[in-house]
Nanobody, 127 residues
Framework: QVQLVESGGGSVQAGGSLRLSCARS????????MGWFRQAPGKEREGVAA????????YYADSVKDRFTISHDNGKNTLYLQMDSLKPEDTAMYYC????????????????????WGQGTQVTVSS
């Protein structure tokens, strides 16, 4: 089993920044596609960003492109999401996800592509 634990959420004013972290533990596969998803109240979970841990190829939703940056530290088995220029519409529960696969073999911003999930961390952006 793979365990994922998110941290770094909080409350921030519009225009501010936050960095989310996702620590991975448990069974170790050779490679992963890892992603960040978010779900606002009353809305479906949506893909925000994804990265292949074996080569760093990244994918972003249009709504966060040029504002969010996904990265992965293989030595620490930790996934990050740097969020800058935050907007009130970024308010949501943010989830980390992983699947032992190349990102190119799945749809990396699609929820059902991933098999392992964290419990989420809340991000609230006020105007």
């Amino acid at each position: 089993q793979v365990q994922l634990v998110e941290s770094g959420g909080g409350s921030v004013q519009a225009g501010g920044s936050l960095r989310l972290s996702c620590a991975r533990s448990g069974y170790t596969y050779r490679r992963y596609c890892m992603g960040w998803f978010r779900q606002a109240p009353g809305k479906e979970r949506e893909g925000v960003a994804a990265i292949y841990t074996g080569g760093g190829t990244t994918y972003y939703a249009d709504s966060v492109k040029d504002r969010f940056t996904i990265s992965h530290d293989n030595g620490k088995n930790t996934l990050y999401l740097q969020m800058d220029s935050l907007k009130p519409e970024d308010t949501a529960m943010y989830y980390c996800a992983a699947v032992p696969s190349y990102c190119t073999l799945i749809r990396p911003l699609l929820e059902r592509s991933f098999g392992y999930w964290g419990q989420g961390t809340q991000v609230t952006v006020s105007s």
